[in-house]
């Protein structure tokens, strides 16, 4: 995982995720950007850009849930990689 991007545009207390999360994840690259061009899902629910892929939740917290769910995902791919090198 690479960068997490927010719309500005996004009025579902995206901005209060974001900063949750950028105190947190420091070794992402989590951005909030004016536009990402993803208007009919902005106006509809939250969501983000996981490298270049939309992950959205019918609440913010949903979206947290999904965000962290796949944070986790990539620790333990990373975790068994390094471990099947032993």
Request: net charge positive; with cysteine.
């Amino acid at each position: 995982m690479e960068k997490i991007y927010f719309c500005r545009e996004n009025g579902f207390e995206t901005k209060k995720l974001y900063k949750f999360l950028k105190s947190i994840y420091k070794e992402i690259k989590i951005k909030r950007k004016d536009c990402l061009g993803k208007c009919k899902i902005c106006k509809n629910c939250p969501f983000v850009l996981i490298d270049g892929e939309v992950v959205k939740g019918t609440t913010v917290d949903e979206l947290y849930y999904e965000v962290n769910h796949r944070i986790s995902e990539e620790w333990w791919k990373f975790r068994g990689n390094r471990c099947s090198r032993k």
